[in-house]
């Protein structure tokens, strides 16, 4: 099974002589790795570095040796496509050219879209505490887009230096409330950036967070190496994040490999609005004991609500749940032939349509809500 284990058995051992390096000796084993990078048609690998004595094996992520490789005809044929982040097979290594075949993609682990990458262990959020100003509603929104992932996740507060201890005492408290322990941090002290580095060490981890933040300064001081590596842009997988838009891994020195999405300060959520609230630790700990009164409640005005109420990004949810609705609806005409849509007028005389399932099955939540363009969806409905 494809992995990065955390075992110390499997850790690569750095006494590992270079002449052990990939099956050198025994060319009918196995050579595994990680793709780096994806470009037109070829892939970086990193190969996996076989612990002396054991048989290959997935292995913690960090290798000197990478090999560009071409896809097997074999897997376009089956239509298997190959990302950034896959564990794949490599045939017919050629090392003085430093090329190889991808002949089989391991079973993904977890994939995310946005950014395209495979087998992510998790996803370091980062935000300032200043410069910007750290705005609760966009932190709120890049939770819960983290939070529906499934992937486990930390949130960093970053540049530290510029706030007081008091202030970020404030921050602690308040974003405890939220169900979150932020890790405090600036690219100048040593506390927070060491316990940083460390949560990364032996993980593939995707970076994501607003622009300005301060993400391409933690990757270059993590990575030093990397600034020149921008600078040395060679050959058909020339690296350089400034200068292309393709997703890559970069590998950390320590061990552990690094992903930078694209700063966008405004992610889609693309939840439903049932999944919603179980993406807010808030109301996700207060389901655990206890329950609405409708099994379908989605927490606006229902009778007997047990989410609705004193918590303080309750107004979020409301806005995303709106958001949600929305993009249901909105997904839902898409999908639906015109037959099964009904064309009414609202009270202002223009037409709008309207998804029949769907109206339905939010028409109850929908009466007495407070939000006007909720109301508005619904009204036409009933
Ligand atoms: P990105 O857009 O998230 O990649 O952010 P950058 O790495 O480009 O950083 C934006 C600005 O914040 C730059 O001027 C950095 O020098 C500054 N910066 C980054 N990290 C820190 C930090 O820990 N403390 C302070 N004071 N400034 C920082
Ligand atoms: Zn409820």
Redesign the pocket.
Known sequence: MAGFPDSEAQRRDSTTPKSSLPNQEEPSAPLTGTVLAVQANYYRVQLDVPVVGTPPQPHPLASEETLLCTRRARLKKIGQQVMVGDRVRVEEPDWAGKRGAISEVLPRESELSRPPIANVNQILL?F?LA?PDLEPYQLSRFLVKAESTGIAFHLCL?????VSAEEQTEWRDRLRQWGYEPLF????SSQGFDDLRSLLNDRMTVIS??????????INALIPALDLRVGAVSGKLGRGRHTTRHVELFELPTGGLLADTP?FNQPTLTCTPEELASYFPETRHRLETEVCQFSDCLHIDEPNCVVRGDWERYEHYLEFLQEAIDRQMALHEQATPDDSIKVKANRQGQQRYEPRLEAKKYRRVSRKTQQQQLRQLYQDGE
């Open positions: 980062i300032a410069e970053s540049k530290q230096d510029l941090m600036s690219i100048h967070g607003p622009s300005g933040v301060g993400k391409s300064s933690l700063g």
